[in-house]
Nanobody, 118 residues
Framework: QVQLVESGGGLVQPGVSLRLSCAAS????????MGWYPQAPGKQRELVAS???????NYADSVKGRFTISRDNAKNTVYLQMDSLKPEDTAVYYC????????????WGQGTQVTVSS
């Protein structure tokens, strides 16, 4: 099955930037979509950014203009550039890889902690 490994999280002050990476391995069938889903304590995991294999992107309103998702198909890696970070961005960020065509799949990484605090 597909393995996803996230990296790049950390503790930062408000207003600074971080870049998260998610590397996919053990891929047999092409991934259609990859995305980032932060989960704060006591809250549900919610999509903030996604990108298709064709490069189409989608963002949650809360991060538009601050976060940028990109994808290196050759490296099977997706990135999330997070600028102007706010305390409310604090969460464990999970990477997701999904395939909508047969055989369908939906895999998650182990998550990386992002803490924004002064």
């Amino acid at each position: 099955q597909v393995q996803l490994v996230e990296s790049g999280g950390g503790l930062v002050q408000p207003g600074v930037s971080l870049r998260l990476s998610c590397a996919a391995s053990r891929i047999i069938f092409p991934i259609n979509r990859m995305g980032w889903y932060p989960q704060a304590p006591g809250k549900q995991r919610e999509l903030v950014a996604s990108i298709t294999s064709a490069g189409l992107t989608n963002y949650a309103d809360s991060v538009k203009g601050r976060f940028t998702i990109s994808r290196d198909n050759a490296k099977n890696t997706v990135y999330l550039q997070m600028d102007s970070l706010k305390p409310e961005d604090t969460a464990v960020y999970y990477c997701n890889a999904a395939r909508d065509e047969l055989p369908r799949f939906n895999y998650w990484g182990q998550g990386t902690q992002v803490t924004v605090s002064s």
